[in-house]
């Protein structure tokens, strides 16, 4: 209920959105991560709020739209959104192994 009314109350940031994605993804309900993150991702600038968090702009938004995009069997939109969240987060050992596995070189 929170979290819907957020987005009612500030539209226009991306928090509100990914934070419902998030919990979304403790339910494993990937059809709504997905459209939670595809209206988060509508906002393209951060506004001038102290709102902002970084997550919602980090590695961290594109790691969960690959994974819930990879579960709803969308294997070329999970790979583009892995390899975005491989470039702003090169180290993350994590990510370079759901490439391999989503690619099919791990098991």
């Known amino acids: ?26 339910l494993e309900d990937f059809e709504k991560i997905e459209f939670y993150l595809d209206e988060a991702f509508k906002i393209q600038e951060k506004t001038a709020s102290y709102i902002n968090e970084n997550f919602c702009w980090d590695s961290t938004i594109y790691d969960l739209y690959s994974i819930a995009k990879y579960y709803l069997g969308k294997k070329e939109e999970a790979l583009i959104a892995l390899e975005k969240a491989i470039t702003l987060n090169p180290k993350e050992e994590r990510l370079r192994n759901n490439l391999k596995f989503m690619k099919g070189e791990e098991k």
């Open 1 to 26: 209920m929170w979290l819907h009314k957020a987005i009612e109350e500030c539209p226009y940031t991306r928090e509100a959105y990914v934070e419902m994605a998030l919990f979304y993804y403790q």
